[in-house]
């Protein structure tokens, strides 16, 4: 079987990277997915539909647009992987982890120890907390392992 495995989360760090880096090195069936993180074009995706000088309004309009990606890679994944950062509030990674809760779609929460209590409602509907990347690939090895 292929799996589908949906990264969520902060973009200041190289997680994914090491994460599908750790993947390919085993040999693992999974294809990849993630919202855009590049951050500049995430924020500019709604300037198609016309630029806005008031931010709130700029930020509706590409956060509709950037949803679009994400509610359709989410709908088709099998798995979900949802970063938490110390540096910045991800708060599109909670809404991601609790639409995924919504669908009935597993996930596995990444993230400190230190920041355990801000997420525990996150936490308590993943199938897993890990807090470290190379966690998470020998999580993937085990629930797609054919055996």
């Known amino acids: 079987m292929n799996w589908t495995v949906y990264l969520s989360g902060e973009i200041h760090t190289d997680w994914r990277q090491k994460i ?3 993947a390919k090195e085993h040999g693992l069936a999974i294809k990849f997915t993630s919202a855009v993180t590049e951050h500049e074009a995430s924020d500019a995706a709604g300037d198609v539909l016309g630029k806005d000088e008031n931010g709130f309004w700029r930020d509706h309009k590409s956060s509709k647009v ?3 990606r994400t ?5 088709k994944c099998d798995i979900a992987i949802i970063r938490f950062g110390d540096k910045y509030k991800q ?8 639409y995924c809760a919504a669908l009935g779609k597993p996930y596995i929460t990444l993230h400190a120890e230190d920041i355990i209590h801000p997420l525990k409602e996150v936490d308590a509907a993943a199938r897993a907390w890990a807090q470290t990347p190379e966690q998470v690939v020998e999580l993937l090895k085990y629930v797609t392992s054919d055996s």
């Open 66 to 68: 950037n949803a679009i």
């Open 20 to 22: 599908m880096q750790g």
């Open 91 to 98: 708060w599109n990674a909670a809404f991601d982890a609790g």
């Open 71 to 75: 509610k359709n890679m989410i709908q």
